[in-house]
């Protein structure tokens, strides 16, 4: 018998004005959250996301790490799709064939990701496909990525006038800046992730750096990580105090035995005076 499966998506883009590492700015939304809603789908779905474009200026996503297996005109980037108008919808349709694990979806024109505009993605397995580990409590989504407190409009025409970006102003993690770890260094009113666990539980930790030029160690402070997987393939488990995360790149961890609130946090860039 044959089973045809379907995952239906609308993705809404649109500016939204937030307090990002102590600066009122524009960022960029998906359905009125930032970082965007995580996208769950199944292998072999056949997945229909429709994206409506709010933003003032053309825009197109792309599904970074899924294969476009004979769908490359649906992979989102310049040459393959053409721009959707600012007030447009488009309609993606593509099938995640044989792939399972983590990846991320970001705005591939005018430098918009600067912006935002980013989020997961889960592949999960059907229940007949075996996988070489226990199936966690929970899925745990965690975007990390450097930032600007200039928009992209901004960083565009600095690239354009052949100048330098500089140091980024800080890292994000889910959309949110550093603990207040130091009352001196790190301004008061700035908001932080925090991920409240159950103890005895395994997690599933998704990790993707969806910066714009900075790689990042992550870690849990006094807690192992051992690695699954990286980016739809599974790898020699290994435990890891620290992973070293480039631009673009995947991650998912198991991080079992937890006994304690955990705090993700991030060190705040210290400008150079």
Request: charged share 15%; with cysteine; net charge neutral.
């Amino acid at each position: 018998m044959l089973e045809i499966h379907l995952s239906f998506l609308t993705l809404r883009s649109l500016t939204l004005m937030l307090l990002q590492l102590g600066v009122s700015q524009q960022v960029i939304a998906i359905n009125g959250k930032f970082p965007g809603p995580t996208m769950n789908v199944t292998t072999n779905d056949n997945v229909v996301v429709n994206v409506r474009n709010k933003l003032d200026e053309e825009l197109l996503l792309h599904w970074s790490g899924v294969q476009q297996k004979r769908s490359t005109w649906q992979d989102g980037l310049p040459g393959t799709n053409c721009p959707i108008p600012s007030k447009w919808n488009w309609t993606y349709q593509f099938q995640v064939k044989d792939q399972i694990g983590s990846f991320f979806y970001f705005p591939s024109l005018h430098f918009q990701r600067a912006s935002g505009g980013f989020g997961g993605i889960t592949i999960n397995n059907r229940e007949e496909i075996p996988i070489p580990f226990d199936l966690p409590y929970d899925d745990i989504t965690i975007m990390i990525g450097d930032w600007y407190t200039r928009n992209h409009t901004s960083l565009r025409s600095t690239l354009l006038a052949g100048k330098d970006l500089g140091k980024p102003d800080g890292v994000l993690i889910n959309g949110k800046g550093p603990y207040r770890y130091n009352d001196t260094i790190v301004p008061d009113g700035i908001d932080y992730e925090t991920i409240t666990v159950h103890p005895g539980k395994t997690y599933r930790i998704r990790v993707s750096n969806v910066g714009i030029s900075t790689s990042l160690n992550f870690r849990i402070q006094n807690h192992n990580l051992l690695l699954a997987e990286a980016e739809g393939s599974y790898t020699v488990q290994q435990n890891y105090t620290s992973l070293d995360i480039h631009v673009g790149q995947s991650y998912s961890f198991w991080y079992p035995w937890i006994r304690m609130q955990v705090l993700i946090t991030t060190l705040w860039q210290v400008p150079d005076l």
